[in-house]
């Protein structure tokens, strides 16, 4: 079975502060994501990757960066916290169309 | 850009009975893949099924179907006898077909969280 770890469960962190969200894959995926989990608003994506260093924007990249030095190692960077940040964060990686997810971070900004 | 529609942003069964949830899209793309994701309490969202536009066979997997209407662009979701385990949030989703970098990116609908009554 397809692995996705996230390092965090729950999180809470101070407005200003820089956050790192870490994301680890075992099946070898080309691609990995980063969507943040609103109410009524579904799943949105943040950044994704498909391959080492490489990078593209999602629809809500503002306020986020990404850093894929290795193949199974997704990292999710908040600047400077801010308390719209507040939200639920799932990892994704996938293969031939079938994404896998994480447990998912619940952020607290406080 | 696609956007996926889900109506029903809650709703309740008798556990054993059939339930449908539904899903429209809206897409200039001819093909494409469609899916079900379930979101159990437990937060892990996996998949349920999983749709090829190009196929007219409706997809089905054990109690899970679907009924794909593409010219009407639509997609819902048939769960048949019902069980607790089945309560949390569904979001259905879709994918532009074709093997480009950013080919595997989903666009979700808002969910329906449905609750199945003992």
């Known amino acids: 079975d397809v692995k996705v770890t996230q390092s965090s469960r729950y999180l809470v962190k101070r407005t200003g502060e820089k956050v790192f969200l870490e994301c680890v894959q075992d099946?070898?995926?080309?691609?990995m994501f980063w969507y943040r989990q609103d109410p009524g608003l579904g799943l949105r994506l943040i950044y994704f990757s498909y391959d080492v260093k490489m990078k593209e924007k999602g629809d809500i990249p503002e306020g986020y960066s990404v850093s894929r030095e290795k193949k199974e190692r997704f990292s999710l960077i908040l600047e400077s916290a801010s308390t719209n940040q507040t939200s639920m964060y799932l990892c994704?990686?996938?293969?031939?169309?079938?994404?896998?997810f994480g447990d998912g971070t619940r952020l607290s900004i406080l | 850009a696609q956007t996926v529609t889900q109506s029903q942003p809650e709703m309740s069964v008798q556990e054993a009975e059939t339930v449908t949830l539904s899903c429209t899209y809206d897409?200039?793309?001819?093909?494409?893949?469609l899916f079900w994701y379930k979101q159990p309490p437990s937060r892990q969202m996996i998949l349920v099924i999983r749709q090829e536009a190009y196929k007219q066979q409706n997809a089905t997997e054990n109690r899970f179907s679907v009924n794909f209407q593409k010219a009407a662009k639509s997609f819902s979701l048939k769960i048949s006898d019902s069980q607790l385990g089945d309560t949390a949030m569904y979001f259905c989703?879709?994918?532009?077909?074709?093997?480009?970098?950013?080919?595997?990116?989903?666009?979700f609908g808002t969910g329906t969280r449905l609750t199945i009554i003992p």
């Open positions: 897409t200039s793309e001819n093909n494409y893949y």
């Open positions: 989703a879709f994918m532009k077909h074709g093997t480009n970098f950013g080919n595997e990116k989903l666009t």
């Open positions: 994704a990686s996938s293969l031939s169309k079938s994404q896998h």
């Open positions: 099946m070898d995926h080309e691609n």
